[in-house]
């Protein structure tokens, strides 16, 4: 899993703070993390359809939906791909006792092993929101937390001589 | 994950089948792959103990106990390492708004939803033997499978001018 999804988790469950769209400079300067690196996570993100690049000087990036309505699966999926980890190249048709290619219509058996166990993976990220996560945040810190987060985003960031907004990034 | 768990778990389901000890470079040529690949396989396995690699002109490679003990989840781990997918970096230690390392003793929101995931996967992994796999053989292609690679095992490769044994491969 690529490093890309702890820090697209982290913004979502930021933006489900923010009152107004959020530049991606912004979110770099709250994690502290190479602006370009963070854009390149929200803009998959965007790509995905999770969030919106609102365009302009009051732009940023904002969920395109309900928090509860989005689950950590399609964060994951959204920044490292659909696709499973472990991918059959179909070793049993190999050697001098290959089976034929007309016998491997049903995946083998290992192959079953390893989706089987892909799928109970997805099904427990499916089965957490970022709302979620964000209450997880409330549990370990209190709810002054994330609000302090929202104070935080809804202060303009002098120091930058522009907005910061997404389009810089694209 | 690595494209070796794959070798790695055809090679022991092909060890449920064998006889006597099998040289590293006669399950290469069963699978028609590199043999110092397959050999790097095979090593992993038995610096985990799941294999013992018996010295001699009629050595090779031998589980070290009953596949229905041997779990498709110590496979995996023996190739790829027991470490997590996820790795946490502690984002939320970042920034201006950085929780502080003493408030950070219990894992993450995050890290606990992606850790439960991987909880999940490991268990499905764990619930199924090498055993189980073999008879997954058996069910996609009848008995005679199996029993044709124990066959073949069982016939001294004439080609080679050694035994191929694991010591050559190490």
Not at 102 to 126: H, K, N, V
Request: glycine share 10%; aromatic share 4%; with cysteine.
């Amino acid at each position: 899993m690529s490093g890309g999804v702890e820090w697209a988790l982290h913004c979502c469950v930021v933006l489900t703070t923010a009152s107004a769209p959020v530049p991606a400079a912004r979110l770099a300067e709250l994690h502290d993390v190479s602006g370009s690196y963070l854009a390149k996570q929200l803009q998959a993100l965007s790509r995905a359809g999770l969030v919106n690049s609102v365009q302009g000087k009051a732009g940023g990036y904002v969920l395109t939906r309900s928090p509860e309505l989005l689950s950590v699966l399609e964060v994951v999926a959204a920044v490292d791909g659909p696709q499973p980890a472990f991918v059959c190249t179909e070793i049993r048709q190999r050697g001098p006792l290959a089976a034929a290619p007309e016998d491997c219509t049903r995946p083998c058996a290992i192959t079953r092993a390893m989706a089987s166990a892909e799928a109970a993976w997805r099904a427990a990220l499916r089965d957490v929101s970022v709302a979620d996560l964000a209450r997880g945040v409330d549990e370990d810190y209190g709810p002054t937390a994330l609000a302090g987060i929202s104070g935080w985003l809804a202060v303009p960031d002098d120091r930058s001589g522009d907005s910061g907004g997404p389009a810089a990034g694209r």
